[in-house]
């Protein structure tokens, strides 16, 4: 069964980094595409990105280019989503998701981020 | 980029209800269409892939239908346990967007 298991809850003041991890047990990462989706609160879902574990190969929508990294490490089959300098506005819900057969066929629990002063 | 657009924003209805949820892609998609549903404070759930495959485990009361820029999800007889948002989103070019949301509220 896939389990994506993603890091816990954060409070981060503006300014300051990040970096959120998704873990994956029971498949083979390096075969499929995982990719982050941003919920702010109360709001829809934003596709930020993704990324292929095999190469690495990453794909970034233009609303975050540039805004964001994300990253791998195979050796322990986790994804990584980072920020360099969080924003009030990078407060959000934001969830990990393998995409299968051309859709997120198994997201993380998602990983609260809480930017304030 | 390809912009999805969901009508209604919202509807209510009633258990045992027919509802159906429209998305439009601004250009063609062919069939990589893909709806999910969200319960607050939860992850989302994949219903349908490739705008008519269910998803392992979904109900058959969920079906899929459509191609090329216009789809449908249509839920045959409404459960108590269907009321929630439900997104599509396209997987036909990156980046994969996702329409806005469709809030399925209890009449």
């Known amino acids: 069964e896939v389990q994506l298991v993603q890091s816990g809850a954060e409070v981060k003041k503006p300014g300051e980094s990040l970096k959120i991890s998704c873990k994956d047990s029971?498949?083979?990462?390096?075969?499929?595409?995982i990719g982050w989706v941003r919920q702010m609160p109360g709001r829809g879902l934003e596709w930020m990105g993704i990324?292929?574990?095999?190469?690495?190969?990453?794909r970034y929508s233009p609303s975050f280019q540039g805004q964001v990294t994300i990253s791998v490490d195979k050796s322990i089959s986790t994804a990584y989503l980072q920020w360099s300098s969080l924003k009030a506005s990078d407060t959000a819900m934001y969830y990990c998701?393998?995409?299968?057969?051309?859709?997120?066929?198994?997201w993380g629990q998602g990983t609260l981020v809480t930017v304030s002063s | 980029d390809i912009q999805m657009t969901q009508s209604p924003s919202s509807v209510s209805a009633s258990v045992g209800d027919r509802v159906t949820i429209t998305c439009r892609a601004s250009?063609?998609?062919?069939?990589?269409l893909a709806w999910y549903q969200q319960k607050p404070g939860k992850a989302p759930n994949l219903l349908i892939y490739?705008?008519?495959s269910l998803h392992s485990g979904v109900p058959s009361r969920f079906s899929g239908s459509g191609s090329g820029t216009d789809f449908t999800l249509t839920i045959s007889s409404l459960q108590p346990e269907d009321f929630a948002t439900y997104y599509c989103?396209?997987?036909?070019?990156?980046?994969?967007?996702f329409g806005q949301g469709t809030k399925l509220e209890i009449k």
């Open positions: 998701a393998r995409h299968r057969n051309n859709a997120y066929d198994s």
């Open positions: 029971g498949y083979s990462f390096t075969n499929y595409w």
């Open positions: 990324i292929y574990p095999g190469d690495s190969d990453t």
């Open positions: 250009q063609d998609i062919s069939s990589w």
């Open positions: 490739g705008a008519s």
């Open positions: 989103q396209q997987a036909n070019s990156f980046p994969f967007n």
